[in-house]
């Protein structure tokens, strides 16, 4: 099985970036762990502070080379409709995460884009939004 993280803008600074609401562990150091956890699953990681380079991505991994695709688009979540339609426009399921609950914070975080076009949505556990969206890919009975 091989996965794709993408993460959008600002998440490259995980670690420094507002660590009351983000956490203060760089997102490489988690992923090290979700590799070490799932040493039977290919995780591949992008990160792009870029609407476009990220729709790219998704347009290039979307048909078949990952069979699923994990998706943080940070504050594009709140106002990219370009990034709903990429996601309706590929096969491979794309689970939205958060790593914060955007429900408790400002009411601009509330209406995201792209959960209508996503499979699912894991919203508020921390990093950890990222691994229990993993395993749902792994997990079924
Ligand atoms: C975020 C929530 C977004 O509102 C915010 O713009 C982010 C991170 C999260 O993971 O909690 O950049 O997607």
């Not at 409709?81 to 601009?108: C, G, M, Y």
Request: charged share 20%; hydrophobic share 40%.
């Amino acid at each position: 099985m091989r996965i794709l993280i993408i993460n959008g803008p600002n998440l490259n600074l995980l670690g420094k970036r507002e660590p009351g609401i983000y956490g203060s562990s760089t997102f490489e150091d988690y992923l090290g762990k979700m590799r070490a956890a799932h040493p039977e699953i290919e995780i591949d990681y992008y990160q792009s502070n870029h609407e476009g380079c990220i729709i790219d991505k998704i347009h290039e991994m979307g048909f078949g080379q990952v069979d699923g695709i994990i998706l943080n688009a940070g504050a594009y979540t709140h106002t990219s409709v370009a990034l709903h339609d990429a996601i309706k426009a590929v096969k491979t399921p794309v689970i939205e995460v958060h790593i914060s609950n955007v429900h408790q914070r400002e009411e601009f975080r509330h209406h995201s884009f792209i959960s209508p076009a996503a499979s699912g949505i894991v919203i508020g556990f921390g990093l950890e939004s990222y691994h229990l969206a993993l395993l749902s890919f792994v997990s079924k009975i």
